[in-house]
C-alpha cells in the first residue's frame, strides 16, 4: 500500500497544485460550516498526498466529529471497535494464512501442472492454463492480489519461456487473478456480507457460476488473440499426462471441494471452513508434501498478521466514515437525486456500475465496500434488485478496479513480480478488460446468473 501510493505521488507533476488547492477548499468549507462536504475534501486531501486509506479515513472522520461537537470524540474509537467485531470477520486471517500456505507449501506448482496437462493443448495453451490454475485457485484464497503474487510468479516464467509477449503474459495473469474474490471463498463478499447483513453463505453461492463464466470469456479473448498473433499450442493432448498430474495435484484440488462444499452444503460456517482450510493447507504442506520448513511457516504468519491487520485497520476506519454517512442520512439523499430513475432498474443499475468502477479505479476494495454499501444498497432494494445479487455486481466492478490506474493494485503487484513497468503491465491488461466488462453486464442484467445456485440451495 505504502509503494502504491508513492508512485502515485510522484508520478504526478500536478499534485502539489492539487493538494493546494484541496487545501483551500477545506479551509473555505470549515469556515462556512459544510462539514459533510469537508468530510469528503478532507479524505482526498489525505489520499492524494499518499496518506494510507486506514488513516485517511479515520483521520478525516475525527477532524469532522471534533469540528461539529455533536458527540464526543470517544465515539470514533467506539465505533471503529464495533466495526470489527463481527464474528464472520474471523474468516479473514484463515483465508489469508491459507492461501499463504498454499503458495509456500508447493500446492500452487502441482495445480499449475495439472491445469497445463488439461489445458495446454489448445491454441495459446499457456493463456487458457492460466485462467484454469486461477478457477481453482480461486477456490482457495479467496484474494486477487493472492493469485496474482503466487500464481502470477509461476505463470508469468512459463509463459515467458515458452515465447510470449510479456505484456501478454502478465495482462492475462492480472485479469484471471480477478476471478478469485467472485468464486468462493472470498474476502471481498465476507465484507459486504457483513456491512449488508447478508448470509455469506447465499453470496458464496452466487459468486460461483459468474466467476466460471468470467474465466470463460477471458478464454475466448485468449483463443482470438493467440489466432491474432500466431500463438501455437504449448502441449500435446496426453491421457498419461493429464493422469499423472492429476494424481500428483488430486490431494490439492480437494482444497475447494472442502471449502466451497462444506460451506454450501452447510457442514461449515464461512468461518468454520477457513480455519478447515488451514489445517488442510499444514497438513498437506508440512507431512504430505513436506515442503512447508518451520522457517516458511514464520514468514508465512508474518505475512498473515502483516495483510490482516492492514484490511481490519481499513475496515475500522471505514466503518466510523460509514456510520457518518448513515447518520446524515446520505443514501436518502442519493435516493432522491435519483428519483427519476426509480421505476427503472436497468437505469440505476448502469448508474451504480459507472459509479463503482470510477471509485475502483482510486479506492481499495475493502475500504469501498464498506464505505459505498449503506450509500448504494438502499439505493439497489429500492429498486428491486436483490442483496445477494447487488454483492456479486459490487465485486465485481471493484474487481475490475484492480486493474485500473492510479490505484490498480494487481497491476502494481505483477510489475514488481515480472520486472517490467507498471505502463506496460496496463497496456497488456487493456484487451481483457473487454470480456471482463461483458461479464459484468451479463451478470449485471441477467440476476439469474448469481441467484440460480444460492436459490437452489438456501431457498
Same mark, same amino acid.
Given at each position: 500500500?505504502?509503494?502504491?501510493?508513492? *508512485?502515485?505521488?510522484?508520478?504526478?507533476?500536478? $499534485?502539489?497544485?492539487?493538494?493546494?488547492?484541496?487545501?483551500?477548499?477545506?479551509?473555505?468549507?470549515?469556515?462556512?460550516?459544510?462539514?459533510?462536504?469537508?468530510?469528503?475534501?478532507?479524505?482526498?486531501?489525505?489520499?492524494?498526498?499518499?496518506?494510507?486509506?486506514?488513516?485517511?479515513?479515520?483521520?478525516?472522520?475525527?477532524?469532522?466529529?471534533?469540528?461539529?461537537?455533536?458527540?464526543?470524540?470517544?465515539?470514533?474509537?467506539?465505533?471503529?471497535? @464495533?466495526?470489527?467485531?463481527?464474528?464472520?470477520?474471523?474468516?479473514?486471517?484463515?483465508?489469508?494464512?491459507?492461501? @499463504?500456505?498454499?503458495?509456500?507449501?508447493?500446492?500452487?506448482?502441482?495445480?499449475?501442472?495439472?491445469?497445463?496437462?488439461?489445458?495446454?493443448?489448445?491454441?495459446?495453451?499457456?493463456?487458457?492454463?492460466?485462467?484454469?490454475?486461477?478457477?481453482?485457485?480461486?477456490?482457495?484464497?479467496?484474494?486477487?492480489?493472492?493469485?496474482?503474487?503466487?500464481?502470477?510468479?509461476?505463470?508469468?516464467?512459463?509463459?515467458?519461456?515458452?515465447?510470449?509477449?510479456?505484456?501478454?503474459?502478465?495482462?492475462?495473469?492480472?485479469?484471471?487473478?480477478?476471478?478469485?474474490?467472485?468464486?468462493? +471463498?472470498? &474476502? +471481498?463478499?465476507?465484507?459486504?456480507?457483513?456491512? $449488508?447483513?447478508?448470509?455469506?453463505?447465499?453470496?458464496?453461492?452466487?459468486?460461483?457460476?459468474?466467476?466460471?463464466?468470467?474465466?470463460?470469456?477471458?478464454?475466448?479473448?485468449?483463443?482470438?488473440?493467440?489466432?491474432? %498473433?500466431?500463438?501455437?499450442?504449448?502441449?500435446?493432448?496426453?491421457?498419461?499426462?493429464?493422469?499423472?498430474?492429476?494424481?500428483?495435484?488430486?490431494?490439492?484440488?480437494? *482444497?475447494?471441494?472442502?471449502?466451497?462444499?462444506?460451506?454450501?452444503?452447510?457442514?461449515?460456517?464461512?468461518?468454520?471452513?477457513?480455519?478447515? $482450510?488451514?489445517?488442510?493447507?499444514?497438513?498437506?504442506?508440512?507431512?504430505?508434501? %513436506?515442503?512447508?520448513?518451520?522457517?516458511? &511457516?514464520?514468514?508465512?504468519?508474518?505475512?498473515?498478521?502483516?495483510?490482516? $491487520?492492514?484490511?481490519?485497520?481499513?475496515?475500522?476506519?471505514?466503518?466510523?466514515?460509514?456510520?457518518?454517512?448513515?447518520?446524515?442520512?446520505?443514501?436518502?439523499?442519493?435516493?432522491?437525486?435519483?428519483? +427519476?430513475?426509480?421505476?427503472?432498474?436497468?437505469?440505476?443499475?448502469?448508474?451504480?456500475?459507472?459509479? &463503482?468502477?470510477?471509485?475502483?479505479?482510486?479506492?481499495?476494495?475493502?475500504?469501498?465496500?464498506?464505505?459505498?454499501?449503506?450509500?448504494?444498497?438502499?439505493?439497489?432494494?429500492?429498486?428491486?434488485?436483490?442483496?445477494?445479487?447487488?454483492?456479486?455486481?459490487?465485486?465485481?466492478?471493484?474487481?475490475?478496479?484492480?486493474? *485500473? +490506474?492510479?490505484?490498480?493494485?494487481?497491476?502494481?503487484?505483477?510489475?514488481?513480480?515480472?520486472?517490467?513497468?507498471?505502463?506496460?503491465?496496463?497496456?497488456? *491488461?487493456?484487451?481483457?478488460?473487454?470480456?471482463?466488462?461483458?461479464?459484468?453486464?451479463?451478470?449485471?442484467?441477467?440476476?439469474?446468473?448469481?441467484?440460480?445456485?444460492?436459490?437452489?440451495?438456501?431457498?
Amino acid at each position: 500500500m505504502k509503494d502504491m501510493m508513492l *508512485t502515485v505521488r510522484r508520478g504526478s507533476r500536478v $499534485a502539489p497544485l492539487i493538494v493546494g488547492l484541496a487545501l483551500a477548499g477545506c479551509v473555505a468549507l470549515a469556515i462556512s460550516g459544510q462539514y459533510l462536504s469537508l468530510l469528503f475534501a478532507m479524505l482526498f486531501t489525505m489520499l492524494v498526498c499518499g496518506v494510507p486509506i486506514a488513516i485517511s479515513l479515520a483521520g478525516s472522520c475525527l477532524i469532522y466529529v471534533v469540528l461539529t461537537g455533536r458527540v464526543p470524540d470517544v465515539v470514533v474509537v467506539h465505533r471503529m471497535v @464495533n466495526g470489527i467485531d463481527s464474528f464472520p470477520l474471523l474468516a479473514i486471517p484463515f483465508f489469508i494464512l491459507a492461501g @499463504n500456505l498454499m503458495n509456500n507449501g508447493g500446492i500452487t506448482t502441482r495445480i499449475f501442472d495439472f491445469a497445463k496437462a488439461l489445458m495446454g493443448w489448445m491454441r495459446g495453451g499457456l493463456g487458457h492454463v492460466n485462467v484454469g490454475a486461477s478457477i481453482v485457485f480461486s477456490g482457495m484464497s479467496g484474494a486477487a492480489v493472492a493469485d496474482a503474487g503466487g500464481l502470477g510468479t509461476i505463470e508469468i516464467k512459463a509463459m515467458r519461456d515458452a515465447g510470449y509477449d510479456e505484456e501478454f503474459s502478465v495482462g492475462i495473469t492480472a485479469a484471471s487473478s480477478t476471478i478469485g474474490p467472485i468464486i468462493p +471463498p472470498s &474476502l +471481498p463478499m465476507v465484507i459486504y456480507g457483513v456491512m $449488508a447483513s447478508v448470509s455469506v453463505g447465499q453470496l458464496f453461492a452466487a459468486g460461483l457460476v459468474p466467476g466460471l463464466l468470467m474465466g470463460i470469456t477471458l478464454m475466448v479473448m485468449i483463443f482470438l488473440l493467440a489466432r491474432r %498473433r500466431g500463438y501455437q499450442r504449448d502441449a500435446r493432448f496426453s491421457i498419461k499426462a493429464i493422469g499423472t498430474s492429476f494424481s500428483r495435484a488430486f490431494l490439492s484440488l480437494l *482444497t475447494p471441494v472442502l471449502i466451497v462444499g462444506g460451506i454450501i452444503t452447510g457442514a461449515f460456517t464461512p468461518t468454520e471452513a477457513a480455519i478447515a $482450510a488451514v489445517v488442510y493447507a499444514l497438513v498437506l504442506g508440512g507431512l504430505v508434501y %513436506r515442503t512447508l520448513t518451520w522457517r516458511r &511457516l514464520l514468514k508465512v504468519s508474518m505475512e498473515t498478521i502483516e495483510t490482516t $491487520a492492514v484490511i481490519l485497520f481499513i475496515v475500522a476506519g471505514a466503518s466510523i466514515f460509514a456510520w457518518i454517512l448513515t447518520s446524515n442520512q446520505v443514501a436518502q439523499h442519493v435516493m432522491s437525486l435519483l428519483g +427519476p430513475f426509480q421505476d427503472n432498474p436497468i437505469a440505476i443499475l448502469l448508474i451504480i456500475n459507472l459509479v &463503482l468502477i470510477v471509485v475502483g479505479c482510486f479506492m481499495e476494495t475493502i475500504a469501498a465496500i464498506t464505505i459505498l454499501v449503506p450509500v448504494l444498497l438502499p439505493v439497489a432494494v429500492a429498486s428491486g434488485v436483490d442483496p445477494v445479487h447487488f454483492g456479486v455486481i459490487m465485486v465485481l466492478n471493484l474487481m475490475i478496479g484492480l486493474l *485500473t +490506474p492510479p490505484v490498480g493494485m494487481v497491476l502494481y503487484v505483477l510489475s514488481r513480480v515480472s520486472g517490467i513497468s507498471f505502463e506496460r503491465c496496463m497496456s497488456g *491488461t487493456l484487451p481483457f478488460l473487454v470480456p471482463l466488462v461483458a461479464a459484468l453486464l451479463l451478470v449485471t442484467f441477467i440476476p439469474a446468473i448469481s441467484l440460480w445456485l444460492p436459490t437452489l440451495v438456501y431457498r
